[in-house]
């Protein structure tokens, strides 16, 4: 059983940065998506970021312009670079992998790491 595991969250003040990882745990195991979903306590769970092998990206437009999404293909690994961060980003973020990036097609999701954003 592929696992994913994200790392880097935080606390970190409105106008900071962080940087999340999430890392599959077996390197011959190829995901066609991989990406970053969040959930605010008492909220739904919420696309945030995905990025396709062949490169292509889709982001929510709550983080577009501050969010930025990229892969190591070779290493199986995922990377979130969240700038410009709002006490409204605070949230858990799972790291997810799939078929294709859409809810229906993703099979693999990581236990999640909080982030908080004080203001």
């Known amino acids: 059983q592929v696992q994913l595991v994200e790392s880097g969250g935080g606390l970190v003040q409105a106008g900071g940065s962080l940087r999340l990882s999430c890392a599959a745990s077996?390197?011959?195991?190829?995901?066609?998506?991989m990406g970053w979903y969040r959930q605010a306590p008492g909220k739904q769970r919420d696309m945030v970021a995905g990025m396709t092998l062949s490169g292509r990206t889709n982001y929510a437009d709550f983080v577009k312009g501050r969010f930025t999404i990229s892969r190591d293909n070779a290493n199986n690994t995922a990377y979130l670079q969240m700038n410009s961060l709002k006490p409204e980003d605070t949230a858990v973020y799972y790291c997810?992998?799939?078929?294709?990036?859409?809810?229906?097609?993703?099979?693999?999701w990581g236990k999640g790491t909080l982030v908080t954003v004080s203001s």
């Open positions: 997810a992998a799939g078929r294709a990036w859409s809810y229906a097609f993703i099979d693999t």
């Open positions: 077996v390197s011959d195991v190829s995901f066609d998506a």
